[in-house]
């Protein structure tokens, strides 16, 4: 089992900058799959960032160029830099992870993930 808990959400006003990261326990392992997911009130939990096996990074449209995901293996932690934050990426971000290898055409499907943290919230104002 494999627990995993976010950090680092917080107020920033809009063109501001935020770092979360999501710390992994309960289990060895060497590679992993991750992604961060958020949820703004209302709407649905949508796609963010992954990083793959591999360590190639994948990006939703709405944050290219401004979010970077990235990982420390050794601290079995993932982390994602926010940039020029927007109003619009206002939510409850969560952090995933799959263990397995997956194709890249799935890593941005919640599906796709078996372990989720319980969300750190983030908050935008204009």
């Known amino acids: 089992q494999v627990q995993l808990v976010e950090s680092g959400g917080g107020l920033v006003q809009a063109g501001g900058s935020l770092t979360l990261s999501c710390a992994a326990s309960?289990?060895?392992?060497?590679?992993?799959?991750a992604g961060w997911f958020r949820q703004a009130p209302g709407k649905e939990r949508e796609f963010g960032a992954a990083?793959?096996?591999?360590?190639?990074?994948y990006y939703a449209d709405s944050v290219k160029g401004r979010f970077t995901i990235s990982r420390d293996n050794a601290k079995n932690t993932v982390y994602l830099q926010m940039n020029n934050l927007k109003p619009e990426d206002a939510g409850l971000y969560y952090c995933?992870?799959?263990?397995?290898?997956?194709?890249?055409?799935?890593?941005?499907?919640?599906?796709?993930?078996?372990?989720w943290g319980r969300g750190t919230q983030v908050t935008v104002s204009s």
């Open positions: 309960g289990r060895t392992f060497s590679n992993y799959n």
């Open positions: 995933a992870m799959e263990l397995s290898p997956m194709p890249r055409n799935l890593i941005s499907r919640e599906s796709s993930y078996d372990y």
């Open positions: 990083i793959g096996w591999s360590g190639t990074t």
